[in-house]
Structures are given as C-alpha cells and as structure tokens.
C-alpha cells in the first residue's frame, strides 16, 4: 500500500511539470487575447432578437386592481339580486335594536357598538345561501366562486358600512354634544372583529346555525353587558385599544380576504 | 299482497300534476317510465305515503292507507329521487338510525345493518363518513336503508341516476333478486333499467297514465313500427323532421336511420324488432327532436 | 328508546352550543370577582338571630355613631369610612330594611280591613303568618337567587334557541325528511323523540347554569343565609310570600324550569313548520324577545302589561310572580300569580304538543 503510494507521487511530479508549462503557455496566450467589443449596431439587433422570448414584467398592481374592480363591479351586479329576505330581516333587526336600545336608554355610544356588527351578521346568510348546491355550479363559472363570495361580502360589509354611517351622522344630529370620533371608533371596532369572524365563518364552517349562533352571542353579550358592570369596563377601555383591535382585525380580514380569493375556500373539505 | 291505487288526483295550485289514476299492484317489480315532470315523483311519493292525494285513495290489501297509517309505513321502503343524508354520520351510524325510525330493535336492526351493507357492497365502508361519499355510494346508502326492514312494497324513485354502469347492473340484479314476494315499484327514465326484470311497465304521460302492460305486450303493441332506413347525409334532416328518430348510425358512404313511424316512412324501409328504447321514444317524442 | 339516543347525540354533537354556553357563562360574571372575607362574615355573625327590640337599639346607636364619627372625619380630612365601618353600616341599614318589612305588613294588613276585594280574605291570610324577624349574612343566596332570575334568561333562552331551532329543519334541509316522513316511526314516534331530547337538553342547560350559578357565586359569597326570608332581598320587599331563600330558590328553578320546557316544545314546534332554519330562528327568537321590548317600551296600563308578561321570558324571570300581591281574578276566586303561570305553561305545553302531532302527522314532503 505504501509502496504504492510513494510510486504514484513519482509519477506526479513529472506530471506536474509537464502541466506547470502548459499552465505557463496558456497564461501567456490568455493575456494576449483580447474579446472584440461589438458595435451599437450588433448590439441592437441581439435585443432585437431577443425581445420576442422576453416576458413581458407583469405590473402586479395593475392586475390586482383589474381583479379588485371586477369584483366591485359584480358586486354593484349582486346588490340587485339579494333575496328580499336579507333586506327585510335586517331592516328589522335594525328597527327592532333601535328600539331596544332607546327604551332601555343606553348610551349612543354603546348603542352604536352593538348596533354595528348585526347587518354583517345577518348578511352572512346571504352569502352562504349558496351553500345548497350551488357552490359546485358557481364554481364553474366565469366568475370564481371566491370571487362571487368577496363580492357578496363586499356587499354585506359596504351596506353595514352605509348604515353605520347614517347612523353616526344621525346620531350627532340628535345628540349635539356628541363625538364624533368616538362614535366611529366605537363602532368600527365590533364591526370589523365581526367582519373578521364572519370570514373565517364563511371560509371554515359554512353553515347557516353558525350565523343563528353568532347572531345569538353577540345579541345575548349585548345585552348582558348592558345589565353589569362590564359596561364600565369597556368604557374606560383607552382608545389605542379600540384602534389597536381594529387595526389587527382589518388586517385579519384582509389576509384573510386574499387567503380566499387565492386558494379558494376548501370544497371537499367541508362538505 | 296488493296495492291498489283509485282515482288518484294530485295538484298543486291549478296545475294537475296526476289525473285520475287507477292502478293495481301485486308482486313483481313494476316500471314506471315517463319523461320528466310526468307525474312520476308524485306518484311515488304518494304510493310512499310522504304526500297525500287531492283526492283518491290508495289501498293496501284493501285497507285505505291513511287508515292503516304506521302500518302502512312499516311495509314500505322508500328511496326518494334525492338522497338525502346526515353528512357527518358514518353509513354504519345512519343506517342504524334509519333502522330506529322503521322501529327495528337495536340487536335487530345491527343485523340487518350488516346484511343490507354486505347487499349493497358497502362493507368496507360501513365506518366511512357518508358526506364524503360518491353520488353513487350515496345511492346505494339510499338502497340500503329502503332495504332495512324487508318491505313488501319497495318504492324506488330513479334509483339507477347517480350509477356507473357497473353500479346500474349490480342493483338491476339485486332487485330481480328481492323482488320475490315483494311489489317492487321502480321508476326511471333510462328504459334499460327495466327492460328485462320489470313484470309491467306503466307509462305515465302527463298526469296519466298511457299504458300498463307486460313489457312483451307493449313490444307488440308496436312491432309494426320501428324502421331501419339507409339514407344520404343530405336526407338526414329531412327524415328527422318527419319522423321520429330514434338512433342515426353510420354504415361506409350511408347513414342508418332507426325510425319509428304508423306507417313505412320510405320504400326501401325495412322492419325491426321493436325495443323498449323505441317504446319510449313512441310515447315521448318531444325530447328527442 | 334508540330514536332519543339518536335525537340526543345530533344535539350534542353541535360544538357551537358548547362554545356559546362558555362564552354566555363568561360575560354573565360581568368579569368581577370579589371574595367575602372572614372578618366580614364575623361581623355580621355578631348580629345573628331574630331581631330583638334590644339589637334594633343597638343599631340603632350604632348608626347613630357612625354618623357622627364620619361627619367629623369630613371636617378632619375627607376620608369617610373605613372597610370595617362600611360593613357595619350595611348591617345597620340592612337591620332597619328589616324592621320596615314588617311594618309594612301591619300597615297593609290595617289597610286591608276595610277593603273588601275578591282577593283581600286571601291577602290577609298570607300577611298573617309571615315572619320575616331572622338576621344573618345572606348575600350568597341572594346572589344565586338574582343569577337564576336575570341571568338564566339569557342562558337559558340562547341555548334553547341556537341548540333546537334546527330540530326539525334540519331534516327538511338534509332531504332524510323523505325517509322519515315514509318511516313506519318517524311521524309521531319521533316527535315524542324529539321533545323527550328537547326536555332533556333544557334539563341540561338550566342544571348547567345553575351549577356554575351555585359554584361562582356561593364561592364569592358564601353559603350562609339560606334560611332568611324572602324579603330581606329587596326585590322581594314587597312580598307576601312567606319563603326562606333556599324555599324560594327551588321553587324559583322549577318555575323557570317549567318555562324553558314550553318554551323548548315551542321551537319543536315552529321547527316542523318551518323549511328553513333561519326563519324558524327569527321567530323563535321573536317569540321570546317581544314581550319583553313591549313592555319595557310602551308605558302600558298595568293589566295589560301583566298579559305580556305571561309569556316565557318573564315567567323563566320568575321575579314578578312573586314580588308583590297579585292574583287572578277566577269567578271570583282568587288563584296567587304563580299558581296561574304554572297552570297556563302546562296548558301551553300540551297545546303545543297536540298541535306539533297534528302537524308532523299531516306533513307532507315538498319539493
């Protein structure tokens, strides 16, 4: 073995000086040459050539609003063509929480905290009402089916929106000394928590008792707060907290939004 | 054993939906064929006591079924048009709660359980989720629980639908095999279904009933007017809207028309041997031009 | 026997009654949390026993004292009381709550000698034999008493709503209806399933609440007490009933008990009607809740008020049957608030019950 070894190493050093002079040779020749630089024209016409096989870059914001703008405009399409049922049920949960709310002489903030998530809520029907049977078909059009539910929810979310609006401008019509700011934060929160919640409703269980169930929690939490002390406590609440938990849940349901339009929500898994 | 159907009128609003039908049934298996929205759901539905007539009455062994009531519904199995289905239960979990709605006691419906899953090749899936199922194996949970407390009168509503044709043969089978001494009422729309192991086939045509015959008699009833023709590619058209077609095949440079007309639509015409296939046609034309 | 199995086993399989359930016992702590202490519990053991004219002095001279004490404090430094002072002081104004009590028995029954209405004789008799002398630490009943009237309505009321509105509608929504309606048991059979599940489930719900309600507030409070009378919790002031707070407490369960279950056939009920869940939910829902925005919203005239509050949520409240006279004018009999909510929620029940069999028997599949 040893023997071997010192042989080899024999062999390699004449190897290696016949290999140290072709190094030297072709250091020499290397130094001497010189890459012509191609003319502008040479130049131009390689670009030319190539251009054809280059991507065109994809402008990720141009597309993204083209698919935001779809959506919006569907969603202009789906207002027309919600049952009447979600407008009635929330005309009256609206009348009916008014109502309540004034005859137990709640405060107009803490009216408008409850008050603003229950049209989302009730909304939330609207949306899974595609839940029979329709899904499969919906999916198959030209719109996706992710597609047609951001569309419903949008709608869903923008009449909420409206309605808490008119409400907050009422509002400060009646009460004088009212603040604004206040009201909106109040409301703002719960309702983009509710809207958050709703999300992962729409996209996890998909089922119409789990709207009867949130409906019920947050009507019954309502109005147990309203009967104790936990009144108080919300109240002295600090307002980072309120624009803390509305940040973090719009920023929920926006990944969430995007999550759902992207993957799409998981068919097989939930039926 | 009988059943017996007088002047059984169903409608809903202004619309009959069923129109005076008189039938009797005794043991074998019947088919039902008529196009969709004949009245066939409805009468199945009735015979199943899920529906009651406007008016009319249904008897079994000459008791009115209203009367009978339960009783009634412990002879029959029922497979509805759509299967309905506890998603989240396992196949083993509901039928064992269909079997406590039939009134079957718990060590005997456990039995009866396993025999009706091994009857529709469900076995191996008796813990499997019934959600997860195909439309096919649906269909079959649907068989199975009909089967549940040995009917004497099976009533099933285009059982055949959701099937492979691998499916459709083995439940073919299946009912000629159960149908001994049992009424077995079977409606479809796919003729094949019914072909060979109907005793009678009715033929229902809105709201009312056309024919009720044995499949041989019906066959005879229009032996004299199925056609093959060799036509043109250019006659086609023509022939198609003259005359019922019920097949177009190719033979080298000429089409093959099956067709099914009173009288002998061209010449060179030759007679065929009719099948229920052609009877369908016959009766309901509409879809087919 | 098997169908209620299978009946109770789809109910408790839905996770969101648990989850509601935990939420809905969350918020009704209103998330405080005070415990009594021992020497708390000492002073007011100190007091114990029937109220003698000799402890009513005592009181007396203590309040006296204490007043004094905190005017001159005001001057000193503006501190008022301290925690020991604070609970004497509750003795004392709870002690002469105490003596009023009474008083105003004497005083009512005085004023009823010359009235005579169908239902004085009846007023009387119950002012009579009414003892309401006996003094000791009591907040752990009334706080168990005040959970089990105002809280368990929430509870209770949600859980029956979210737990069995889908009842039935679930298995129009699911198409098995076809194989029950066709079923040699699942017309009435099943209905009696479905309510024997429902009562089972209310039974559930109410021991739940009430075992927490038991738990939370017995822990904070204490368990002592139980043998005062009604009346020493000031909704109950103006009470005939001569109940101590353990009495009422049973009989304040059993009547909302009672309630829930009615109300739990209720939704059976509307349940078989309905097709869809929602619907059925909203009504339900309504049923419960109107009666109580009526009159907490409209100033209506006293009898008509008591009408609506013949209905379920202010009989499982419990609370108004008992917290003054009142009776129900029978051909001139006079039948006690409580004995009529009792009598009407049974009739309503088995009216409910004979028009659910009637329904479920005559129901027909629909496309």
């Given at each position: 073995m040893k023997k071997r070894e010192f042989e080899n190493n024999h062999v390699d050093i004449d190897v290696d000086k016949e290999l140290f002079e072709l190094e030297q040779e072709v250091m020499i020749q290397l130094d001497e040459y010189d890459v012509e630089f191609p003319g502008e024209s040479e130049i131009m016409m390689t670009v030319d050539a190539i251009r054809p096989y280059v991507?065109?870059?994809?402008?990720i914001w141009k597309t993204s609003y083209e698919h935001l703008s779809a959506i919006v405009k569907h969603s202009a399409y789906e207002v027309f063509h919600f049952s009447p049922i979600f407008w009635i049920t929330n005309s009256l949960l609206l009348v009916i929480s008014l109502i309540a709310i004034f005859s137990v002489e709640l405060n107009p903030y803490l009216a408008m905290l409850f008050l603003a998530p229950l049209p989302t809520i009730a909304g939330l029907v609207e949306v899974l009402r595609?839940?029979?049977?329709m899904a499969e078909l919906e999916m198959s059009l030209k719109f996706s089916w992710q597609e047609l539910i951001i569309s419903k929810l949008l709608v869903v979310g923008g009449f909420n929106l409206l309605i808490n609006i008119i409400f907050t401008i009422s509002i400060s019509v009646l009460y004088p000394d009212i603040w604004i700011w206040k009201v909106t934060l109040y409301w703002l929160t719960p309702f983009t928590v509710i809207s958050a919640v709703s999300l992962v409703i729409v996209s996890?269980?998909?089922?119409?008792h789990m709207v009867t169930g949130t409906l019920t929690i947050w009507v019954v939490i309502s109005t147990l707060v309203s009967q104790t002390t936990i009144i108080e406590h919300i109240e002295n609440l600090p307002a980072t907290f309120y624009i803390l938990v509305t940040a973090f849940a719009s920023a929920f349901s926006i990944i969430k939004m995007i999550q759902i339009y992207k993957r799409g929500i998981s068919y097989e898994f939930n039926h | 054993m009988n059943l017996t159907i007088e002047n059984v009128t169903k409608s809903f609003g202004d619309k009959k939906?069923?129109?005076e039908i008189n039938l009797e049934f005794t043991t074998g298996v019947y088919g039902i064929l008529g196009a969709n929205g004949s009245g066939k759901t409805t009468l199945m539905r009735i015979l199943a006591s899920v529906m009651k007539p406007s008016s009319g009455k249904v008897f079994f062994n000459t008791q009115d079924i209203e009367v009978l009531d339960q009783k009634y519904r412990d002879v029959i199995g029922y497979l509805p048009q759509h299967v309905g289905v506890?998603?989240?239960?396992?196949t083993e979990k509901f039928l064992m709660y269909i079997a406590s709605l039939k009134g079957l006691k718990k060590e005997e419906a456990k039995e009866k359980v396993t025999e009706v899953l091994e009857l529709v090749g469900l076995s191996e899936h008796?813990?499997?989720?019934?959600?997860?199922?195909?439309g096919g194996m649906k269909q079959r949970v649907g068989i199975a629980q009909a089967l549940l407390n040995d009917p004497m009168v099976l009533i099933v509503d285009e059982?055949?639908?959701?099937?492979d044709p691998k499916e459709r043969i083995r439940f073919r089978n299946l009912l000629s095999k159960i149908s001994t001494n049992r009424i077995v009422l079977l409606s479809t729309?796919?003729?094949?279904?019914?072909?060979?192991?109907?005793r009678e086939v009715l033929i229902l045509k809105e709201g009312k009933l056309v024919q009720k015959e044995t499949p041989k008699e019906l066959l005879r009833s229009i032996k004299d007017k199925v056609w093959t023709v060799f036509v043109d590619e250019s006659e086609i058209q023509y022939f198609q809207s003259k005359y019922k077609v019920s097949n177009i095949g190719r033979d080298q440079e000429k089409f093959q028309l099956r067709i099914i007309s009173d009288?002998?639509?061209?010449?060179?015409a030759q007679n065929e041997i009719p099948n229920l296939e052609d009877l369908y046609l016959y009766y309901f034309d509409e879809e087919v031009a | 026997m098997q169908l209620l199995k299978f009946e109770l086993y789809k109910m408790y399989r839905q996770k969101i009654i648990y989850f509601t359930f935990i939420l809905l016992v969350l918020f009704s702590t209103g998330f405080t949390f005070n415990r009594i202490t021992d020497w708390e519990k000492d002073l007011y053991r100190e007091w114990e026993g029937p109220i003698s004219e000799e402890k009513i002095q005592l009181a007396h001279q203590g309040n006296e004292e204490l007043t004094k004490k905190m005017d001159e404090r005001v001057e000193e430094d503006g501190f008022v009381y301290s925690e020991t002072e604070q609970t004497k002081m509750g003795i004392y104004e709870t002690i002469s709550f105490i003596i009023n009590i009474e008083k105003n028995a004497n005083e009512k029954l005085s004023k009823l000698e010359k009235e005579n209405n169908y239902n004085t004789d009846l007023e009387k008799a119950m002012l009579k034999?009414?003892?309401?002398?006996?003094?000791?630490?009591?907040k752990g009943p009334e706080k168990v008493i005040d959970y089990a009237s105002v809280y368990s309505i929430f509870l209770t009321g949600a859980m029956l709503l979210i737990g069995l509105s889908t009842i039935y509608t679930q298995e129009y929504s699911s198409g098995v209806d076809n194989y029950i309606l066709s079923?040699?048991?699942?017309?009435v059979s099943l209905l009696w399933a479905k309510v024997s599940a429902s009562l089972i489930y209310t039974f559930v719900i109410v021991i739940a609440w009430e075992l927490f309600n038991l738990g939370w507030n017995v822990f904070q409070f204490?368990?002592?007490?139980?043998?005062?009378?009604?009346?020493?919790y000031f909704k109950y002031y103006f009470s005939p009933y001569s109940f101590n707070m353990l009495e009422y407490h049973f009989i304040q369960l059993g009547i909302h008990l009672l309630a829930a279950f009615s109300f739990a056939i209720l939704i059976v009920l509307i349940s078989s009607i309905c097709k869809n869940s929602l619907i059925a939910f909203f009504i339900n829902g309504a049923i419960f809740a109107t009666p109580y925005l009526i009159v907490e919203m409209l100033m209506l005239p006293n009898g008509v008020e008591d009408i609506f509050r013949f209905s379920y949520i202010y009989i499982m409240n419990v609370e108004f049957l008992f917290d003054h006279f009142k009776t129900f004018n029978f051909f001139g009999y006079p039948i006690l608030y409580p004995v009529v909510a009792i009598v009407w929620m049974v009739v309503v029940s088995m009216a409910l019950v004979l028009v659910t069999s009637h329904i479920v028997r005559k129901r027909e599949v629909t496309v």
């Open positions: 991507p065109v870059k994809e402008n595609s839940n029979n049977g996890k269980f998909r089922q119409i | 939906v069923l129109n506890y998603k989240s239960f396992s008796r813990k499997g989720k019934v959600g997860k199922f195909s059982p055949t639908a959701g099937l729309h796919i003729v094949s279904d019914i072909e060979f192991i109907a009288s002998k639509p061209h010449q060179n | 034999d009414f003892d309401t002398s006996y003094f000791a630490y009591n079923s040699k048991k699942g017309r204490g368990n002592e007490g139980w043998d005062t009378s009604i009346q020493h």
